[in-house]
């Protein structure tokens, strides 16, 4: 199968760099403010993407899209802002080994608003796993 077209090697690769995201942005928050890191960490991925889009010719206008495809896509901009910005402030001032597990409850609740709002029907054995990650999560939050 080519890389382009392996969703699991890009989902796994995803995950990698999240996990890496997690223990940078923990030895960096240290003695800054986390509106500030995350500000940073975005122009910087700005930065990046606006060179790779640049550099593969992946570059269009985005005013030629759809109305519907903008808002969307402005709505999952806002979305991640709101998600890094809270990211950011649980990381400072918890452990990146419990922020980060609770942030993955972020996968249940894919899979429940898939459900809803896209029609997508995990398998038994899908919702067994993701529900096992929900638990897990609601372990880690429980205090001893």
Known sequence: MSMTSNWFLWALLSAVFAA???????????????????????????????????????????????????I????????????????????????????????KFSLLLVAVFAFVFLGERPSIREWTGILMIGAGVLILALKR
């Open 72 to 103: 969307f896509l402005v709505l999952s901009g806002l979305a991640t802002g709101a998600s890094w910005v809270c990211y950011f402030r649980a990381l400072k001032i918890g452990d990146a080994s419990k922020v980060a597990p609770v942030d």
């Open 20 to 70: 890496l995201t997690a223990i940078f942005a923990k030895i960096g928050l240290e003695g800054v403010d986390s509106d500030l890191a995350t500000l940073i960490r975005t122009v910087v991925i700005l930065a990046v993407l606006a060179a790779f889009v640049y550099f593969t010719g992946k570059w269009s206008n985005p005013f030629e899209l759809s109305s519907g495809t903008l």
